[in-house]
């Protein structure tokens, strides 16, 4: 059991945009919604799985859509007090904690605002995906509904699905009409869901990154020990490629080789999060 103030809120954006490869966007306006919420209310805790009770409720939370909206309409400081009211009158269950559903970008923040002006704990885990049904916890076969939604106009509902892909499908649906995003609390759980289906540690993770990892910037193979990640390609961003789409960011990277890759190129193909890397033609 830990808290995150100001100072962990800087290096986790930093860090779960690091690790995220740029996936889920810019994390500067939910970084200032964090930082403010936590001025405002005070220091989150941040706990493991395995502290969080058995017979605890958890909520995830996270902004649905494409990243670049966001720096357009940004949110508010209720939006996160609606959903989880809804949820609750939806569920007839408190909700004891929430966590991310993702762990790069925005929505690396997003649930900390939540958790300091709800006054609840965050669960340390979370993991990156384009599309709501693409985690771990549609494998345990948890439903990712009832999904409540609310948009900045005061837009607010819930819904029951009956698959995750269907989920993902309607939801979509609701973010294209209301203008590309829309703010989600979603896979409400059970404290052993979390445990046996959560990529756990990754706002630790993310702290330890930049932490440990960036302290020598030169230590490339430090950082690669710290993230379990291997050296693909060595180059500087020439040119970026981005569109709004069906509330999506799709877009491309496309780098020219420094270094002992000097005479290759490689390009990365992203749908909000990472999709592909290409180098010298090659996935």
Not at 139 to 150: N, R
Request: aromatic share 6%; charged share 20%; hydrophobic share 40%.
């Amino acid at each position: 059991m830990r808290t995150i103030g100001v100072d962990e809120i800087n290096d986790i954006a930093l860090g779960a945009s690091l690790l995220g490869a740029g996936g889920g966007g810019d994390p500067y306006i939910g970084r200032l919604m964090a930082m403010q919420a936590v001025k405002e209310c005070g220091p989150v805790t941040l706990i493991e799985p395995d502290e969080v009770p058995d017979d605890a409720f958890i909520a995830p939370c996270a902004m649905m859509g494409a990243p670049t909206v966001m720096t357009e309409k940004g949110g508010g400081k209720d939006d996160f007090d609606r959903l989880f009211d809804l949820v609750e009158q939806y569920s007839g269950k408190k909700i004891y904690a929430t966590m991310p559903m993702e762990a790069g970008g925005v929505n690396s923040m997003l649930p900390i605002a939540a958790a300091a002006r709800r006054g609840i704990p965050l669960v340390d885990a979370g993991r990156a995906f384009p599309e709501l049904q693409m985690v771990t916890f549609t494998i345990g076969g948890a439903s990712a509904t009832p999904l409540a939604y609310s948009d900045e106009k005061g837009n607010a509902g819930v819904m029951n699905n009956v698959s995750n892909k269907w989920t993902e499908d309607i939801a979509r649906s609701i973010t294209n009409i209301v203008g590309g995003q829309l703010m989600i609390c979603l896979y409400t759980m059970s404290a052993k869901m979390c445990r046996d289906w959560g990529v756990s540690g990754i706002v630790t993770k993310s702290i330890r990154s930049i932490k440990e990892g960036l302290i020598d910037t030169t230590t490339e193979q430090r950082f690669l020990e710290l993230t379990g990640g291997c050296r693909l390609f060595s180059g500087k961003v020439i040119d970026v490629l981005r569109e709004t789409r069906g509330a999506f960011n799709f877009g491309k990277v496309v780098l020219e080789g420094i270094g002992s890759d000097k005479q290759h190129e490689a390009y990365v193909e992203y749908q909000n999060e990472n999709l592909q890397c290409v180098v010298d033609g090659e996935t």
